[in-house]
């Protein structure tokens, strides 16, 4: 076993850490100190997985263990509250109960979340796979129909602690953080202002034509990246999960031309339809949506440049050409929703 413990990932803290950079203290030893705090024997494999927000890490087991490995997600400090992190946990647990392939948290006497260096951790069964083939019809409706067995759990009951997608959220208070960041090049921060502004009023305008959807606990993030297929889809990283309409899950999976997301769209929704009704409605806010993720994304970057991570993974952020880029997409954004809604083909 490790016994390799610092001083700092010695000390099992229950708040959150405040130091601006708390990752530069999650060594290897505090992650595998974290694993073994559970009893779980570690070998000192260690793989850092494709995440920023978080910390992800595929770690190697004792070979006494059947599994041989585990996935290790350290939460960053302060982003959420426990509250929100187990109905995170709660709603994984009640859609594997349910036999809906979602990657669910283990439990150890109980317990899905952890403490150790001041870190607050979860911990996975780690399941292979690649990206689904989004361009192939059986695909695309085995997908719809798993999506909607999530959404039928997740109309069930309300978050508590979770927050709701809404355009204050993912888009005025983006839109505000990003004016006064100071990331925006002088010479061209009014033609984005004037951009986003126009932007948020059409979503506004989208919001206010699919008047009286309803908002249910969603994936939130179920892009391509989130869908692992090995003899079907496994749904994974539920850390964005929130109160959103049923269509947020759906319209990330779509992609190209318009004839083509229509196409998409009609086999997701066939799919969907077998398990979940689907209010047509929701279909004005496909592009309304797609707007808020833009807006969101940008503030996201902003507020984690301080992350050392961060300035390595998008050195193209901080660069003149990437808001040259983003007026132009928010351009293309509000010509869309000016458009009808598109509609399944």
């Known amino acids: 076993m490790l016994r390799r413990v610092n001083a700092i ?102 317990a899905t979340l952890f403490h150790h260096g001041g870190f607050r951790f979860a911990v996975y069964p780690r399941r292979g796979g690649r990206a ?16 909607a067995r999530i959404h039928a759990v997740g109309a069930t009951r309300r978050f508590k602690h979770r927050p709701r997608l809404d355009i204050e959220r993912f888009g005025t208070e983006p839109r505000a953080f990003l004016a006064a960041s100071g990331f925006i090049p002088p010479d061209l921060a009014t033609p984005w202002k004037q951009a986003a502004d126009l932007a948020l009023e059409a979503v506004r305008h989208a919001y206010e034509r699919a008047r009286g959807v309803r908002d249910i606990r969603v994936h939130g993030d179920c892009h391509v990246g989130n869908v692992l297929w090995a003899d ?20 990330m999976l779509i992609s190209g031309d ?10 997701l929704l066939d ?15 496909v592009e309304a949506l797609r707007t808020l993720r833009l807006l969101h994304y940008s503030a996201w970057l902003a507020r984690r440049w301080d992350d050392p991570a961060f300035p390595i993974a998008f050195p193209w952020f901080n660069t003149a050409r990437y808001w040259q880029d983003r007026i132009l997409e928010l351009r ?3 010509a869309a929703m000016h458009e009808p809604a598109i509609t399944p083909g």
């Not at 994984?92 to 948290?105: D, R």
């Not at 059986?138 to 997908?143: H, M, R």
Request: one cysteine or more; hydrophobic letters at 40%; proline letters at 8%.
């Open 132 to 147: 689904p083939e989004l361009e192939d019809a059986a695909t695309l409706e085995w997908l719809g129909r798993f999506i």
């Open 258 to 267: 318009r004839p083509s997301m229509s196409r998409q769209l009609g086999h």
């Open 9 to 110: 990932a010695g000390r099992t803290m229950r708040g959150p850490m405040t130091d601006p950079h708390p990752y530069a203290r999650l060594t290897p030893d505090v992650v595998l100190n974290a694993l073994e705090s559970l009893g779980l024997r570690c070998d000192g494999r260690l793989l850092a997985l494709n995440s920023y927000e978080n910390r992800v890490y595929q770690v190697g087991l004792d070979e006494t263990h059947p599994a041989r490995f585990v996935v290790a997600k350290f939460y960053r400090p302060a982003r959420w509250s426990e509250a929100a992190i187990a109905e995170e946990h709660e709603l994984a647990a009640t859609l594997a109960a349910a036999e809906i392939p979602v990657i669910a948290p283990l439990a150890f006497d109980g």
């Open 271 to 285: 799919g969907y339809g077998e398990f979940m009704e689907f209010d047509p409605r929701e279909l004005e806010l």
């Open 232 to 251: 079907g889809p496994h749904f994974v990283d539920l850390d964005d999960t929130c109160m959103a309409p049923a269509v947020q899950d759906l319209w």
């Open 332 to 334: 293309e954004q509000i």
